[in-house]
């Protein structure tokens, strides 16, 4: 066995001198600092967007995401195929963060160069765009004589269109809460037909306010309704969109043709009086 050594000992150090002298390929990387939505403003609604990441593949093979603004480093020399899908954080949850199913990726054809950080496009912006004619727009931005919202039985404030807080475009809702007026409710009246069971659907909403706002379906069953809660937006200073994940409620609906979405907020005693404003709310689905 001692004969055995030396000789076991120089092929180790044989095939170390293989492994450090192998050469490691130098990434390229790729640089996004902010991301953008475009849409078809009459069928789509307005271009609101709360893109945080970006979900990277480089020549069909994944490569992690990451929040922007971002310096991406990627595995690949020379030509290369690049697919950016938009994330967010699903139902504004930071521990959510998805790509969202309604925004077609990005495809750009990079020549990357080791060790060179290329832009994703010259000003760096991230375009994105809705896939085209794959699926349904229900919205409301505020901009049109009347709302796709009226008032549930019971509630004691309405939602009105004002140009003094906007988000997009020239008008948004408001709704005032008072010791006189401190329930709203209000539900919307768009001829939806049929539920999407079973497949993507979201509610995009951006909002702003002193107090909460309850999102939620309203079902239908002959006679009856039944509200299914679906989310609880708390006050945000500023405007804020959020995401909402319609397909697990969706899924408590099954069989339901007939179904709208309500929003409802309630004065709390220790607030002398509430302002929540609301604009482009949009709803939508695999058609």
């Given at each position: 066995m001692?004969?055995?050594f030396p000789v076991v000992l120089l092929s180790f150090f044989l095939g170390a001198c293989d492994i450090f002298n192998e050469e490691e390929l130098a990434p390229g990387f790729i640089y996004i600092d902010s991301a953008d939505v475009f849409t078809n403003l009459p069928l789509e609604g307005p271009p609101t967007h709360n893109i945080t990441d970006v979900h990277v593949f480089a020549n069909e093979t994944f490569v992690g995401s990451f929040e922007l603004p971002a310096r991406i480093a990627i595995l690949e020399n020379g030509p290369t195929r690049i697919n950016v899908s938009a994330g967010i954080k699903n139902n504004g949850q930071i521990a959510q963060r998805v790509i969202y199913p309604f925004y077609a990726p990005l495809l750009r054809e990079m020549d990357l160069i080791p060790g060179v950080v290329l832009p994703i496009?010259?000003?760096?912006?991230?375009?994105?765009?809705?896939?085209?004619?794959?699926?349904?727009?229900?919205?409301?931005?505020?901009?049109?004589i009347g709302n796709a919202l009226e008032a549930a039985e019971g509630s004691s404030a309405e939602i009105i269109t004002q140009d003094q807080e906007v988000n997009f475009g020239q008008f948004s809702g408001q709704v005032t809460l008072t010791s006189d007026a401190p329930l709203f409710e209000a539900r919307t009246t768009w001829d939806?037909?049929?539920?999407?069971?079973?497949?993507?659907?979201?509610?995009?909403?951006?909002?702003?306010?002193?107090?909460?706002l309850e999102i939620g379906m309203v079902r239908q069953i002959g006679d009856a309704q039944q509200k299914i809660f679906v989310i609880g937006l708390r006050e945000q200073e500023e405007w804020t969109k959020v995401y909402i994940d319609l397909r697990p409620r969706m899924a408590q609906a099954v069989g339901t043709s007939d179904f709208s979405f309500y929003f409802e907020s309630q004065k709390p005693p220790q607030l002398s009086q509430v302002d929540l404003f609301i604009?482009?709310?949009?709803?939508?689905?695999?058609?």
């Open positions: 001692a004969r055995l496009r010259e000003d760096s912006i991230a375009e994105f765009t809705y896939f085209q004619d794959a699926y349904e727009f229900y919205f409301e931005d505020f901009e049109s939806t037909g049929g539920l999407p069971v079973g497949t993507p659907a979201y509610m995009e909403i951006d909002f702003k306010g002193n107090n909460p604009d482009n709310i949009k709803f939508v689905h695999l058609k």
